[in-house]
């Protein structure tokens, strides 16, 4: 993640999430897992949003009450690459230029709903 503090905002750059690439161990109700998010995936979610008129959000710890961007912000980018989900955005929230000017802004996650799944045993 970069971040690039200005005079009245912060720019924040980064992946949200790679494709094609195990998480880390993840407790879940059935025990211990492990993600692998397909590429492509990101591209078409962000093309189905597109093509209904829904933004996507970029909120503050999963909280729709602390929305720091929207695709419908012209400073906002959310796009997949080769690597996975590239977010680029600028805000002007207090709370973000205070943790960024602090050194504590530390990581992405995302939220999704899954519309179709794998689940297999792997060693």
């Not at 971040?3 to 494709?19: F, H, M």
């Not at 025990?31 to 998010?37: D, H, N, S």
């Not at 230029?97 to 060693?123: I, P, T």
């Amino acid at each position: 993640m970069k971040v690039e503090i200005r005079n009245d905002s912060v720019r924040i750059e980064g992946y949200v999430n790679a494709v094609e690439r195990d998480s880390k161990p993840l407790r879940g109700r059935d025990g211990v897992f492990v993600e692998k998010v397909k590429a492509g995936v990101f591209g078409r979610a962000l093309a189905r949003a597109k093509a209904c008129h829904q933004e996507v959000r970029v909120l503050l710890n999963h909280d729709y009450n602390r929305e720091l961007t929207s695709t419908a912000e012209a400073t906002t980018r959310l796009f997949e690459d080769n690597i996975g989900l590239r977010c680029i955005f600028e805000t002007r929230d207090a709370d973000i230029m205070e943790k960024a000017k602090a050194g504590k802004l530390a990581g992405w996650s995302f939220g999704f709903v899954c519309l179709k799944d794998e689940k297999r045993e792997v060693d």
